[in-house]
């Protein structure tokens, strides 16, 4: 199947740019406060998948948390699949989101920051993919608006939009429900994260 224009976006220039410009020690803490608080809501998580991990900085905040946890990561980028394996600490599918097909289940299957960058007509491939790999827990953590908007992104159209993801998964799947959600704001003083709303899903 022909890339979207978003696929390409993130896996050429683009994408390399944001992986240089993402450093671990920067996010690291806030990460960190942010997965102690929804991994509090959650029982027994020994496998992580990650969907559009980049180079890894929440699966390195995880890590802190859950040491013994089985970590996957699906990552476009070239660039960031290499940092991914040179950490070395998880399994790492280069490949788009959209042509990943999950090899089995995980216990919580993450998503944070990517929802956003999706073509909006591939959404509910995403959503099903999720939904079919996580055993139990599904997070997602992004932008949220209570109706579909797409707004300007560093000078692009059309690659970033907002909506209210965790709600169109809830309406999609019946088998899931809403365990927790939250919102982080980018002048916390002491964890901040860019204005994301998360949410802990659970398969019932």
Known sequence: MEKTEQEAFWEGSFGNEYTLRNDADRFLSGNIA???KILGRTQNVRSILELGANRGLNLIALNQLLPSAELSAVEINQ???EELRKWGKTKV???SILEFAADYPRDLVLIKGVLI???PDRLPDVYRKMAEAAKRYVVVAEYYNP???AIPYR???GKLFKRDFA???LDMFRELRLVDYGFCYHRDPNFPQDDI???LMEKT
């Open 155 to 157: 000078g692009h159209d």
């Open 34 to 36: 942010l997965f102690s």
């Open 147 to 149: 109706s579909p908007v």
């Open 197 to 199: 709303t998360w949410f």
């Open 117 to 119: 960058h999706i073509n």
């Open 167 to 169: 709600g169109e998964m």
């Open 79 to 81: 660039q960031a699949s």
């Open 93 to 95: 599918y280069r490949e």
